[in-house]
């Protein structure tokens, strides 16, 4: 597990579930699809759409390339050496903090309740909240992401209280979900960015288009192409041991197994997905 968020490393690693939502909001769930995890990376995905939403469309990638990146998911060296010092993606930890600071809002908790609410009104859940032990092991923990902040405020890629963004990041990170939660928020992206729910559109399609292509390439971090070959699915994973995938126009699906891989993505999680697909038929490609 992740251990270097020591909160993390008291996970049961045994721990399988799995959850699937469809367009009209009905729900399969298995195993221990309501353990609480924390949403980690996967909060990656309401960052990037809110910051899409709000600024003109072209406005991102002047700050955030959409490169998939062949380095793991809080690499520093590609902000020195490539892009112009652009985040190669907003699905690593560079660009998910520099996409923080393009969300709507006069303040950093602006910007952070604005997030929030993405994830709650993709998950069809008002009664999220921050683990609040986890986020402070990532405060506590925190300073390759730190390093990553104060050098993109060094170039230019971010301004402000560089604490006070990091402070928001953890706590997005540390948002505790179920798979059930999970499962509904990847749900939206397979509607193009309607709630199964509420029937309203929380985004724009040509939001969700940009958004599931960036997580085909770039959501499981350096095994994104591995990913697209074994389950073919627009994915996005988190130290929390969360997948969240999308099957455009018919599911979203979640799956939780805290053991992790080598580059940060559930294990479990990741096969139970290559089956699903297989049996589904789920592959995008
Ligand atoms: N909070 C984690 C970190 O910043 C998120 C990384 C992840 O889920 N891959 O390191």
Known sequence: MATYIPELAKQNPGLLGVAVCDLQG???????????????????VATFICALRDNAFDTLPRKISVAPTADGFNSIVNLETKNEQRPLNPMINSGAIAAITMVRGTTIEDKFQ???????????????????????????????????????????????????LLDAYFRLCSVAVTCGDVACMGAVLAGDGRSPFSGQRLFDSKIARMVKAVMTTC????????????????????????????????LGVAVLGPALDAKGNSLAGWKLLERLSAELDLSIF
Do not use: C, H
């Not at 009905?26 to 990656?44: C, H, M, V, Y």
């Not at 859940?125 to 993109?152: C, I, P, Q, W």
């Not at 959501?219 to 099957?247: H, L, Q, T």
């Open 26 to 44: 009905r729900r399969w769930e298995a195993g221990d699809w309501r353990a609480p995890f924390t949403l980690q990376s996967i909060s990656k």
């Open 114 to 164: 604005r997030i929030l609410s993405m994830i709650g009104d993709m998950a069809g859940n008002d009664t999220l909240v921050v683990n609040e032990a986890v986020y402070r092991s990532e405060k506590r923990t925190g300073d390759r992401n730190r390093s990553l902040a104060y050098f993109m405020k060094s170039t230019g890629i971010i301004d402000g209280d560089v604490e006070e």
């Open 219 to 250: 959501g499981m971090y350096d095994a994104s192409g591995e990913f697209a070959v074994d389950v073919g699915m627009p994915g996005k994973s988190g130290v929390g041991g969360g997948i969240m995938a999308v099957s455009p126009g018919r």
